[in-house]
């Protein structure tokens, strides 16, 4: 969806999550400031049970005039944007009145019936989605400094401080934006009242406590969700919390805060397995949060007991996973299949061809940012999911040929190449030749039938997961090079090979 598609509607109402946060008052500023250029009646408004009433949030709407309202109706209007949430969600008073709905949105889709939606839910805020929309039509941005310093603060504050951030769209906005410094410094030094020290305060003094597992659960007296979050960082920096969860009741909701600190455990992974079937919950690898539904627990759990609940949850999360380390692990053949790696067309950038010899260069991926020097021997590659991997001239030509036709590549976020010395930036995909690999890969493999995290031997400090269903993979050529392959881009990659010489006693893989 382009913004520029949503002009022709007569009028147009911007709606917020209820309980605002930063990301979500940039999203909907920035959005309205657009729609107001082009002459279109539009409101920025919010609802729920509380108004906002957060230091930071009332400083950013008064620093940088944020014409944001407070509703519990709208009445009749062309045309509702659901901004940094979905329509129909929990954290979105449902309000009746528009003839159309549009969505713009980095949660999880919940709902995939909104024909005018734009839903990217690995991106860190809501705010960097507006901004890419917005350069797409040309809008600009730096002009107006209230509406750089308001998305440069969503992102801010939805990734922790800007540590999480992950998606290169994100990193694209975060070196672009001229925003005020000294409102950014203010805004970060106004998170907490007096009065909400001294509810962290409180609630620290009582906590349950798992010196199995090492994760933490504590109660608070209801306040501000954000609060939450301020709780659980500060519990986090115990030396034997490893997770931890800070939850309290505000109406009809339970609100959690959710914290990890080891790498064997994804916050956002916890934050959907603790609400899954009576909430909805995610963010990112360290902090995540959620809600839970007071009526949807009450079925599951009568005595209404959600401290003894999470407890337990929680205790059944530590047990819900296998783990694999690929540099300490010792693959049963037994167990596995032998597959062939169907020869798919991928693609290969040669870097002189762009660039002259020696520059200094930026590739950035979805994976991160990968810094290298153009020279005639370098070629990058990027595989079916758009992965990118260097690779010399030299070898590319002993396992690679040239063909023609385009590259099998499927991915959100095509590689950029950025000259590090002026700044330009490559679109890529003019540049993008197609190869496939000469003589064949085989790999064992087994369909998972429990969650299963493996470090792989190329980084061990973050882990694939794999879902029951998915396969494990290990090279046949190293067996320490174990992987997860998901479901189904495994057998759209792999067939299995019946050529095979394996002993197979085993009929069913099991892990
Ligand atoms: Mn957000």
């Not at 009433?53 to 045309?79: Q, R």
């Not at 890969?441 to 998972?448: D, F, G, R, S, V």
């Amino acid at each position: 969806m382009r913004l520029s598609e949503l002009t022709t509607y007569k009028d147009i109402i911007i709606q917020c999550h209820d309980n605002p946060d930063a990301d979500s008052l940039a999203s909907g500023f920035a959005l309205y400031s657009y729609f107001k250029e082009k002459d279109i009646p539009c409101r920025f408004v919010y609802s729920g049970k509380n108004q906002i009433t957060k230091s930071n949030l009332v400083l950013m709407m008064k620093e940088l005039k944020i014409p944001i309202s407070y509703v519990s109706e709208i009445g009749e209007v062309d045309l509702l944007i659901t901004v940094d949430c979905q329509c129909g969600a929990g954290n979105t008073t449902l309000l009746t009145g528009a003839s159309h709905v549009a969505v713009i949105d980095h949660h999880q889709t919940i709902d995939d019936s909104f024909k005018l939606s734009t839903i990217k839910s690995n991106y860190g805020s809501c705010s960097t989605i507006v901004w890419q929309m917005l350069q797409e039509e040309g809008f600009p941005v730096n002009s107006h400094p209230d509406i750089a310093t308001a998305l440069y603060y969503g992102l801010y504050m939805d990734t922790s401080q800007l540590s999480e951030i992950y998606h290169p769209a994100d990193k694209d906005m975060r070196d672009s934006l001229e925003y005020n410094q000294s409102t950014i410094f203010r805004l970060i030094h106004s998170n907490i009242s007096l009065n909400e020290l001294q509810l962290a305060g409180y609630a620290l003094t009582d906590f349950q406590y798992s010196d199995t597992y090492r994760f933490s659960v504590i109660m608070t007296n209801p306040c501000d969700p954000n609060i939450l979050g301020v709780i659980s960082d500060f519990a986090l920096q115990v030396d034997t919390i490893d997770t931890c969860v800070v939850y309290n009741r505000l109406g009809t909701d339970y609100k959690l805060s959710i914290r990890s600190c080891v790498k064997e455990i994804r916050a956002n992974e916890l934050a959907w397995y603790l609400t899954e079937g009576i909430g909805s919950g995610g963010g990112h690898i360290n902090k995540s949060g959620g809600f839970i539904f007071v009526k949807d627990f009450l079925h599951l759990q009568p005595d209404g007991d959600m401290n003894s609940y999470l407890y337990h949850k929680m205790e059944e999360y530590y047990n819900s996973y296998d783990l694999i380390y690929a540099k300490d692990y010792t693959a049963d053949l037994t167990s596995l299949k032998l597959y062939l790696k169907k020869n798919i067309p991928i693609g290969v950038v040669i870097t002189s061809e762009l660039l002259e010899e020696n520059t200094p260069i930026l590739v950035r991926t979805l994976e991160g940012d990968l810094e290298t020097t153009v020279s005639d021997s370098l070629y990058i590659m990027i595989d079916i999911q758009g992965e990118v991997s260097l690779i010399h001239k030299d070898k590319f030509e002993s396992s690679y040929m040239f063909i023609d036709g385009a590259p099998n590549i499927h991915t959100d976020y095509l590689p950029t190449i950025k000259n590090t010395i002026n700044g330009h930036t490559y679109i890529i995909n003019k540049h993008i030749h197609t190869c496939v690999a000469l003589g064949t890969t085989h790999i064992y493999a087994k369909e998972l039938q429990r969650t299963c995290k493996v470090f792989t031997s190329w980084d061990e400090s973050k882990y694939m997961l794999g879902k029951p269903g998915d396969y494990l993979a290990v090279r046949s050529d190293d067996l320490h090079d174990v992987y997860v392959i998901e479901r189904n881009i495994f057998f759209k990659t792999y067939e299995e090979d019946s050529q095979s010489n394996v002993d197979s006693t085993s009929k069913s893989p099991l892990i």
